[in-house]
């Protein structure tokens, strides 16, 4: 079964920093796309970042580019999220989420975490 | 690619057919994804690729479209079906977008 923790949470002050992590298992971690997800108190869901398999291609949505990372280390299995200048906008639930591509099919977000509050005040 | 949602929100009562709409900013041919979410917990995938089932989940769920529009009925609501459902459209891959959200609450 698979199988998607995040931790690494928690109140942070603006233009404070934090990383996320996720733990996979239940799966061959280094053969999916991964991405984060984040949903905003009482908001819709946001797609964040993702990287390719081996880590060398990263996305980003337009408005975390230069102030997140997204990473992976396929020999633990995890992935991660550096959020550095953190503003009050990005307070939210993050989600990891498997990319689960297919010929035809497309991507599509078949297993989530069950996410992680950030919180952004003073 | 802006994705909208209609409505953003309905009520209805078990037993109760209902559609949801989706639509693109422009023509994602059919990948557009539907998920579901119930309060206090992480989204589940229903539908992919427009119209095909997600493996596990009830076939009261079906979903249709191409290009810009699309659309997701749940016939004969159950209990549980009361959540949030949000299309998300994977055309412009690897960047992704969702839509806003329809709320269906129990009438």
């Known amino acids: 079964e698979v199988h998607l923790v995040e931790s690494g949470g928690g109140l942070v002050q603006p233009g404070g920093s934090l990383r996320l992590s996720c733990a996979a298992s239940g799966f061959t971690f280094n053969n999916y796309w991964m991405s984060w997800v984040r949903q905003a108190p009482g908001k819709g869901l946001e797609w964040v970042a993702n990287i390719k398999e081996d880590g060398r291609d990263k996305y980003y949505v337009d408005s975390v580019q230069g102030r997140f990372t997204i990473s992976r280390d396929n020999a633990k299995n995890s992935l991660y999220l550096q959020m550095n200048s953190l503003g009050a906008e990005d307070t939210a639930v993050y989600y990891c989420a498997r990319d689960a591509w297919s010929t035809g099919w497309g991507d599509r977000f078949d297993s989530w975490g069950q996410g992680i509050l950030v919180s952004v005040s003073s | 690619i802006q994705m909208t949602q209609s409505p953003s929100s309905l009520s209805a009562s078990v037993g109760d057919s209902v559609t949801i709409t989706c639509r693109a900013s422009?023509?994602?041919?059919?990948?557009l994804n539907w998920y579901q979410q119930t309060p206090g917990k992480a989204p589940k995938l229903l539908v992919y690729?427009?119209?095909t089932l997600q493996t596990g989940v009830p076939s009261r769920f079906s979903g249709d479209g191409y290009g810009t529009d699309f659309s997701l009925t749940i016939s004969s609501l159950q209990p549980e079906d009361f959540a949030t459902y949000y299309c998300q459209q994977s055309y412009s891959t690897p960047l992704f977008t969702f839509g806003p959200g329809t709320k269906v609450e129990i009438k």
């Open positions: 422009q023509s994602i041919s059919s990948y």
């Open positions: 690729a427009a119209s």
